[in-house]
């Protein structure tokens, strides 16, 4: 296919052929043969392999898929050069080139730094693309002419057209002009470059916000740029905001003020965007440290095991990990349960129960469970039921609320073959959870009941949150009555915290309760989905509250506006009449406990 296309250079047959393939998880492999290849000819072919990977990028090819095929490419780079002498110099330019084109996060670089040897030629690779070419004057316009090559206008004339309708529509405000000239470019398949420009506009620009918003509204609601474009056009922003916060600071936080006005209008459906942490201190991570961690991970995990001491734990992690730093949590995760799978029940119980503890960033625990999975075919090897058991983890992380079911999906996202271990390890974590009582099961899957405090009932589990609630209201202290609540061991029962503090606040008008579910979800120790189920069940005993508190109703709507503007819940939250949050069909209730939602 790639020999066909250096002859023909006929993009549309080569992106229909990839497209028959169906093929779409090895993606990453026609990307590193078609760069290996083109290194080794002349500029030319270079030039058209960089086009070419431009034209499929997104449409064709997964973002991720081409970021795996640039790592497999770097990984190889000892091998590349025993056939092509400057292979380093090469591969480089490729590198740089795919960033200048916008198809390759400058992240790439030091993240891939990170998991490379010394040793290892693809250094040499990222410090001469970083330190070579992207950070050389006029870079990006020398690396656009690198091979000599003209083709390669079209793309840089398309996105130029792009600025320039955006920028007079900022200006004139035309909805209709803009339109039109969106589908005069009559670029389909390259409108995720529109939907990142104008959001990246208006995070520049405050005062052309809304126009820009309305104009991305008004085209997707008219099907001039379809859902899937738009997703990745926000994607894209979602993989360079790190490099996007050296020049405006707040990015993160604007992005996800964008995000949040988009999904809350219908237009953009942010459970297929990656999540977008808001936390500082993520780095990338030197060998020697992430060689250190590993060692230091498993000694901490098997002495666990042996003491069942959690506290422990967290004073290791915090020792070790001062910073928080994503990678290291995401291999502390996969070392966890690596371990747990090799041992009895007892192990794998307790290794539940940690992870659930340590209330590490969801972002990290999805990339933990990724590296499971990854690796599963060698863990195989020791482990003949690893996929059973991976899937009975993933299973039990959704139903302690470590993982949502929308994060769930995307770490399936990234196995779409049918026959894969991830897929076979994520539908079979899904029919788990669809199964009648799942969640009471999931939770004594090992023996266990999800908590060192076996047998537990629904009246049990009330009656001890009232009285840590009593305690804090009498004068306790917040971290206590925090600990309190994370020693209860069922996050997913923690919307009855939320109903109990909210009925005491309307009651006795003691603002400490609003202080402690601040705390609460500050810590990520209630989540946002188990704030929206607590605040459905006061309003669906709404009418039964205002017999003892007359101004009970009014009361509750100055509190769902309020935890809307602390970012509670979601901005589209109501309860209807029935007491359902109309923005996400949640409806509360005690059967929560046994089926372990």
């Known amino acids: 296919m790639v020999e066909e296309y250096f002859a023909n250079d006929d993009l549309i047959s080569t ?82 080139r795919a960033v200048v084109d916008d198809i390759l996060p400058p992240s790439f670089l030091t993240k891939t730094m990170a998991y490379l040897s010394k040793d290892s030629k693809g250094v040499d690779v990222i410090k001469r693309a970083e330190k070579g070419y992207l950070s050389a004057p ?5 690396i656009e002419r690198c091979w000599g090559g003209s083709k390669n206008k079209t793309v840089e004339d398309l996105k130029a057209k792009i600025n320039d309708l955006l920028v007079e529509y900022v200006v004139s405000g035309d909805v209709t002009e803009a339109s039109r000239c969106i589908k005069n470019l009559n670029v389909p398949h390259f409108h995720h470059e529109i ?33 899937s474009q738009i997703s990745k056009g926000f994607s894209r922003i979602i993989d360079s905001v790190d490099d996007l916060s050296l020049d405006i600071p707040n990015a993160k936080v604007l992005l996800q003020s964008l995000i949040s006005k988009a999904a809350s209008e219908g237009w953009l459906c942010a459970s297929s965007l990656k999540s977008l942490s808001l936390h500082p201190g993520k780095k990338a991570v030197e060998d020697n440290t992430l060689k250190a961690f590993k060692k230091k991970a498993e000694s901490i ?16 992690l ?42 590490f960033p969801s972002d990290d625990v999805v990339s933990g469970f990724i590296m499971l999975i990854e690796s599963a075919e060698d863990t195989a090897l020791d482990i003949p039921v690893v996929v059973e058991d991976l899937a009975m983890f993933l299973a039990r992380a959704e139903v302690d609320e470590v993982l949502t079911p929308q994060e769930l999906e995307e770490i399936g996202s990234h196995f779409p073959g049918v026959d894969s271990i991830g897929n076979k390890v994520t539908q079979m974590a899904i029919s788990l959870l669809k199964a009648r009582l799942s969640g009471e099961r999931i939770l004594r899957c090992w023996g266990g009941g999800g908590s060192c405090k076996n047998g537990w009932t629904i009246e049990d ?21 925090c600990r309190c609540i994370k020693e209860l061991s069922m996050p997913f029962f923690h919307h009855e915290v939320v109903k109990k503090a909210l009925v005491v606040l309307m009651e006795n008008k003691n603002n400490r309760m609003w202080c402690l579910l601040r705390q609460c979800f500050d810590m990520q120790l209630i989540t946002m989905n188990q704030m929206s189920k607590g605040f459905v069940r006061v309003g669906e005993c709404i009418d039964d509250l205002a017999l003892d508190v007359p101004d009970a109703k009014k009361q509750f709507d100055k509190f769902v506006e309020r935890a809307k503007v602390e970012g509670w819940l979601d901005s589209s939250f109501g309860v209807t009449g029935s007491g359902q949050d109309s923005s996400s069909g949640v409806n509360g209730s005690d059967q929560d406990l046994s089926n372990g939602r």
């Open 15 to 96: 992106a229909n052929e990839l497209r028959e393939l169906d093929m779409l998880s090895y993606s990453f492999y026609f990307v590193k043969k078609l760069v290996s290849i083109a290194m080794d000819r002349r500029d030319k072919e270079k030039e058209m392999a960089s086009i070419l990977l431009s034209s499929l990028y997104g449409d064709v090819i997964d973002p991720q898929q081409l970021y795996k095929g640039f790592q497999k490419l770097v990984e190889s780079a000892d091998d590349l050069i025993v056939d092509i002498p400057n292979a380093v110099d090469i591969l480089a330019l490729f590198i740089a």
């Open 138 to 142: 006029l870079h990006a316009e020398t």
């Open 195 to 227: 939907v990142k420009r104008a959001v990246l506009m208006a995070m520049e620009k405050k005062q052309a916000e809304s126009r820009l918003l309305e104009l991305l509204k008004r085209s997707s609601e008219e099907g001039l740029i379809n859902s």
């Open 301 to 316: 995990i098997r002495e666990y095991f042996l003491s069942g001491d959690i506290s422990e734990v967290s004073c290791c």
């Open 318 to 359: 915090e020792f070790e990990n001062s910073f928080s730093v994503a990678e290291l949590n995401a291999i502390f995760v996969k070392k966890l349960i690596t371990l747990a799978m090799d041992r009895k029940n007892r192990e794998k119980e307790m290794a539940s129960v940690l992870l659930s503890s340590l209330c």
């Open 461 to 481: 589990v009330k009656d001890k949150i009232g009285k840590l609630l009593e305690e804090f209201e009498a004068g306790g202290g917040t971290r206590e009555a």
